[in-house]
């Protein structure tokens, strides 16, 4: 399975932007599926994560109530909404799953991995 994340931009503090993960070389309906982001000079973190069927979602205390995480399984892609960006959310973000990627164990990295999306909050 390859992953490819776009949508990543430069946009001001208070804006919004929608990361899409598109998979393809297989289905992903039954994937845990996961976002992650490195900003510079930083350790990668995890963001958000969501169960195969889209039924459970779990977010970095930092993201709650700013991002939303979700998944079309018919058009095999994952999707991170984010709104009210801040500057601190300046980071690559890579979208990442495996079969076995769980929300118990969501910091685990799982073993596929997008190549990253570049975003920008300006102040």
């Known amino acids: 399975v390859q992953l490819q994340a776009s949508g990543g931009g430069l946009v001001q503090a208070g804006g919004s932007l929608r990361l899409s993960c598109a998979a393809s070389?297989?289905?992903?309906?039954?994937?845990?599926m996961g976002w992650f982001r490195q900003a510079p000079g930083k350790e990668r973190e995890f963001v958000a994560a969501?169960?195969?069927?889209?039924?459970?979602?779990y977010y970095v205390d930092s993201v709650k109530g700013r991002f939303t995480i979700s998944r079309d399984n018919a058009k095999n892609t994952v999707y991170l909404q984010m709104n009210s960006l801040k500057p601190e959310d300046t980071a690559v973000y890579y979208c990442?799953?495996?079969?076995?990627?769980?929300?118990?164990?969501?910091?685990?990295?799982?073993?596929?991995w997008g190549q990253g999306t570049l975003v920008t909050v300006s102040s």
């Open positions: 990442a799953g495996d079969p076995d990627y769980s929300l118990g164990r969501r910091s685990r990295p799982p073993g596929y």
């Open positions: 070389g297989g289905t992903i309906s039954r994937y845990g």
């Open positions: 969501i169960n195969w069927s889209g039924g459970t979602t």
